[in-house]
């Protein structure tokens, strides 16, 4: 083909108009690859068991039952429930009072039952017994159980709890009062407040069971342990915990007054259980599902 100058001209024209038209080069995104999830291996389970394990605590040998419950992953934070048995009582009365164990290994925590020296405790204001005139430390016996505990599980330290019965239950007052730090709520049954001055530096979520017809704790105060009245045990955690609205008040078969202080500081409750017709005992099963309730409360309050 033979081109002319006017043929070239046009050629040219027409390329320039069609690189012109031509779309601007686009910048191409790299591909994102998903990252993949990972997924934390399982670590060993824990065998579960029942057991006795012994301390030195101030040159004293002290003990304590342990329940672990099936399928506990030594890795995986766990919840712990100590349990105090009742003076001239033991751990082995506590565990099958309460029956925590059944409990425990349906919501996966470790439930302890300490011993106290001559079946008695420590718990300030005289009580109780010969712990108590011997002046034996058994907030100290519980700090170094929790140090125990941590050689066997990873413990929940949001989630650390107590439960106690009758002058057990004055020791649970105690550790609120000086172990606040450490305890997310407690569980007082036919219990009192021995130790003062209680100056918790962090709120306590309190559940407190009392029947009114207990005549050796008794609910209006006094008797050998010169004991406050529980409602005013009861004003003093609400104040402690910073509630600042009025009680919600129900009845419960017929026979429970069960009043409840919420709007308290960091999510914490105050709870009062009053049985018209309870004396001084951990309710039974087939009266009231105590237990249940108490881990129920537990579960709901942990540390924030």
Not at 22 to 39: D, E, K, L, M, Q
Not at 131 to 142: E, G, I, P, R, Y
């Amino acid at each position: 083909m033979i081109y002319s100058p006017g043929m070239s001209l046009f050629i040219v024209l027409m390329a320039g108009l069609l690189a012109g038209c031509a779309s601007p080069a686009s910048t191409v995104a790299p591909t994102v690859v998903p990252s993949a999830t990972v997924v934390p291996t399982p670590g060993p389970t824990i065998e579960p068991a029942d057991s006795e394990r012994t301390l030195t605590v101030n040159g004293l040998e002290r003990s304590y039952r342990l329940h672990i419950p099936p399928g506990i992953d030594s890795l995986q934070p766990v919840p712990v429930v100590f349990a105090f048995h009742d003076v001239e009582s033991g751990a082995i009365n506590m565990q099958l009072l309460t029956e925590f164990d059944e409990i425990a290994d349906s919501a996966s925590f470790l439930v302890v039952y300490p011993e106290g020296i001559g079946f008695s405790w420590n718990a300030g204001g005289g009580c109780c017994l010969y712990a108590a005139t011997t002046n034996v430390d058994d907030v100290a016996f519980v700090r170094q159980t929790l140090s125990d505990l941590g050689t066997i599980a990873s413990i929940d330290t949001k989630r650390i709890y107590a439960a106690g019965f009758s002058h057990g239950s004055a020791l649970v007052y105690r550790l609120a009062c000086e172990m606040s730090d450490t305890f997310a709520a407690i569980a007082p049954v036919s219990g009192f407040l021995a130790y003062s001055p209680c100056e918790p530096q962090e709120p306590v979520s309190v559940i407190h069971v009392h029947g009114l017809n207990d005549t050796h704790i008794p609910y209006t105060g006094g008797g050998h342990h010169a004991i406050l009245p529980i409602e005013q045990v009861i004003a003093t955690w609400v104040d402690l915990d910073g509630c600042n609205t009025p009680p919600q008040v129900e009845k419960l078969q017929d026979i429970i007054t069960h009043t409840i202080y919420t709007s308290c500081e960091v999510g914490t409750t105050v709870e009062l259980y009053a049985f018209e017709t309870g004396g001084r005992n951990w309710p039974p099963e087939n009266v009231w599902p105590a237990s249940q309730i108490i881990w129920d409360f537990f579960a709901a309050h942990p540390k924030p």
